[in-house]
């Protein structure tokens, strides 16, 4: 059995949905960090690549995690990339959200078994689905 293709380009409505972030941040960020760069296509929007969702995580968990500064958060990236560690360490920040999405997600289960929560209306079906 195959798995599902892996996604490597995302438009920034997908970073933003992915990150849990703004576009006005994602385009304040790209001015700040010099390696947020995305591509833009054919019709001039914004196209970014896995390792760069990968590098937005990583920015987010310096700036909201562990309070760096900007200043501080491109010395931090930069001390990784000097050692070797960017790429490892970015991926650690991307699956250290998606951990804690799952634990969001599993509180709220929780929630609506013991009674707490309400139970959430059924999302309607396309067409054709």
Known sequence: ???????E??????VCELTDLR????RYWESQFRFLSPAKNRSGNRVYQRREVELIQLV??????EKYTIDGARQKIDEYRRNGSLKVVAREALGV???????????HV??????????PAPESESPGA
């Open 23 to 26: 576009p006005h941040v994602l």
């Open 60 to 65: 987010k968990q310096l700036l909201y995690g």
């Open 110 to 119: 929780s929630r609506v078994l013991d009674g707490s929560a309400p139970v």
């Open 9 to 14: 380009f995302f438009s920034i409505g997908e």
């Open 97 to 107: 959200e998606v951990f804690a999405e799952l634990e969001r997600e599993l509180d």
């Open 1 to 7: 059995m195959k798995g599902e293709p892996v996604q």
